[in-house]
């Protein structure tokens, strides 16, 4: 048997956290078998770090580290930019493509900032540039979205993207926990950022959402256009009437074609709590799993399921990308460039019609339910479902909450009947609105 002359590529990884210490530690130990997949050897010429002598799980070894990744980059055929935040990740990213490396990156942070002009460079040197691992770590989403469903049309995706927010909120769900005990839990298990409001406000979801929006849209979508709201609003009270009117309440990630109020088509990207009903699929997503869920106009409902993060299981989407670079780096020509081509309108939040469920407290006296349907009415807001729990308080001033469930509506709507409601002498209190989706 004549020997495969197997060129060698040469793979430096930038960062040896917790995802690029697995990331080295799965190439070198199984370093024959992906050389066999891709037909070329891969070579880990080194891994950036800042402190080489700082203790890694799963070990690097030494002679591999470097606190040089300027020079790192300088000559590899693939970087793996692992590092996060935006400098020095940007510059160096940009450094590799302009050497002619192909990059790959679970940045993002980066992408959703400057994406852009990373996209530009990649595409003006012809290079790929490949992020598989920046939404919902070890869920293949990016390559379906921007491969394998290339030729449908993406009307929705509805994604729970961040895992922390997703335990928080589950285990109010399911052991009657409060915010305040949840968030203290998802702390002391790791699972909140440094900076908890990054998850807890929906910023990590908004970043994410704009990647994906832009994928599914062939769109740039900028991370300011997305609509965001955190949980930190969200009461156990939310949590308790959503259940007993058969929903779940879920921070999703909602990108949408819908139709604008100039003619044609645009896109709504948004954050926020919703309620999602306890049989849609995306209910059943539990702790801090994530899930990506997506309506095509031919291929129909199709949902992306497992590990949001996790080093090793970030390491395999990372892995993946490092094998689909080195092929196309050996079969030449241009990486695929970013698609943009439809370059839909980016319509405010207010283009969006949705559901609500509103929690009130009222004064528990003849008439205010008069009152409060009037108030709805008046904005052109239907109801489809009231319910009435039992006044509480002093007998000459009892509360009572009313539960209303909205048909859909549009939020400039919803907001002047809130207004109205805030306003009337029967309503002590908006308690909440949460939209409800997956409908
Ligand atoms: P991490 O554990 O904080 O690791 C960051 C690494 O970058 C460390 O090894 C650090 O070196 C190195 N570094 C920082 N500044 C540097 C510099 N100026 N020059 C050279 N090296 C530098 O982060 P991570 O969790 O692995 O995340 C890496 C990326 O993956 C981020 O973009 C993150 O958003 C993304 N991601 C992570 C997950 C996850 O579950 N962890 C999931 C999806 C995506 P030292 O070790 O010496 O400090």
């Given amino acids: 048997m004549p020997m495969i002359d197997y060129r060698n590529l040469k793979i430096a990884i930038l960062g040896g956290g917790n995802v690029g210490a697995n990331v080295a530690n799965l190439l070198l130990t199984h370093r024959d078998e992906l050389e066999a997949r891709v037909g070329a050897g891969l070579e880990v010429v080194g891994v950036a770090v800042r402190d080489p002598a700082a203790e890694r799980t799963p070990a690097i070894p030494a002679e591999l580290l470097t606190t040089d990744a300027h020079a790192l980059v300088t000559g590899a055929d693939i970087v793996v930019e692992l590092i996060g935040g935006i400098e020095p990740a940007r510059t160096l990213v940009l450094e590799a493509l302009r050497a002619g490396a192909d990059v790959i990156t679970a940045n993002k942070a980066l992408l959703a900032t400057h994406g852009e002009e990373l996209f530009e460079e990649a595409a003006q040197v012809g290079a790929q540039l490949h992020y598989e691992a920046a939404v919902a770590a070890a869920i293949p989403i990016i390559r379906p979205l921007r491969e394998s469903l290339a030729g449908d049309r993406i009307r929705r995706i509805l994604g729970i993207v961040n895992g922390s927010t997703n335990f928080i909120l589950d285990k109010m769900d399911t052991e009657g926990w409060t915010t305040e005990e949840a968030m203290r839990v998802a702390s002391e298990l790791g699972y909140l950022e440094a900076d908890p409001t990054l998850d807890v406000e929906g910023y990590d979801a908004a970043q994410k959402a704009a990647i994906l929006a832009g994928l599914a849209f062939h769109t740039r979508v900028p991370v300011d256009a997305v609509h965001r709201e955190g949980i930190t609003k969200v009461t156990s009270d939310d949590i308790a009437a959503a259940k007993a009117a058969g929903y779940v309440v879920k921070l999703l990630a909602i990108a949408e074609r819908v139709r604008s109020p100039l003619g044609g088509e645009g896109i709504v ?5 919703a309620l999602v009903p306890r049989e849609h699929p995306l209910a059943a997503v539990h702790g801090g799993h994530n899930a990506v869920f997506v309506e095509a ?4 409902s199709l949902m992306f399921y497992g590990a949001g993060a996790g080093g090793v299981q970030t390491a395999s989407a990372v892995l993946g990308d490092i094998v689909s670079a080195a092929r196309r780096h050996l079969a030449g020509g241009p990486g695929v460039a970013e698609s943009t081509s439809a370059d839909l309108p980016i319509l405010p939040f207010d283009a969006v019609s949705t559901r609500y ?8 006296v003849p008439g205010v339910l ?13 109801i489809e479902q009231f319910q009435q729990s039992a006044a509480r308080g002093e007998d000459a001033d009892p509360t009572a909450t009313l539960v209303v469930v909205t048909h859909e509506a549009r939020e400039s709507a919803l907001a002047a009947t809130v207004e109205a409601l805030n306003g009337s002498p029967a309503v002590r209190r908006v308690a909440s609105v949460i939209r409800v989706e997956g409908l």
Avoid at 269 to 273: E, I, L, M, Y
Avoid at 297 to 300: C, D, I, L, M, V
């Fill in 370 to 382: 008069a009152q409060v349907a009037s108030a709805f009415a008046e904005h052109g807001v239907s």
């Fill in 357 to 364: 469920q509103i929690v009130l407290e009222v004064a528990d």
């Fill in 297 to 300: 106009e031919f291929a129909g």
């Fill in 269 to 273: 990207t948004r954050v926020h709590p």
